[in-house]
């Protein structure tokens, strides 16, 4: 069981709640994560943070940005679309 951390009430201050219910599960088998979705998920990940390492380089340019501005740009705007295919995979 997870201890829950509350401040007592006190004006002048916001009152910390925890996100989601008390019926929201936090366990991983229970909240739905799938393989697939993790996989989906990693993938911007990885486009980050390995695939510099072989785009490194100023030519081909792309509408004149050196390839690998264009491809951190490309990766990042690819970013929110990945997530969402990675949240319609989770088991709901």
């Given at each position: 069981?997870?201890?829950?951390?509350?401040?007592?009430?006190?004006?002048?201050?916001?009152q910390?709640?925890?996100?989601?219910?008390?019926?929201?599960s936090?366990?991983?088998?229970?909240?739905g994560?799938?393989?697939?979705?993790?996989?989906?998920?990693?993938?911007?990940?990885?486009?980050l943070?390995?695939?510099?390492?072989?785009?490194?380089?100023?030519?081909?340019?792309?509408?004149?940005?050196p390839?690998?501005?264009?491809?951190?740009?490309?990766?990042?705007?690819?970013?929110?679309?990945?997530?969402?295919?990675?949240?319609?995979?989770?088991?709901?």
């Amino acid at each position: 069981m997870r201890q829950r951390f509350f401040l007592p009430p006190c004006p002048g201050f916001v009152q910390v709640r925890l996100m989601g219910s008390e019926k929201e599960s936090h366990e991983l088998d229970e909240d739905g994560i799938t393989v697939g979705s993790l996989i989906v998920a990693a993938i911007p990940f990885l486009a980050l943070t390995v695939g510099p390492l072989f785009a490194n380089r100023l030519e081909p340019r792309i509408l004149g940005l050196p390839f690998l501005l264009a491809y951190l740009v490309f990766s990042v705007l690819m970013t929110p679309i990945f997530l969402f295919c990675a949240d319609r995979l989770r088991k709901r």
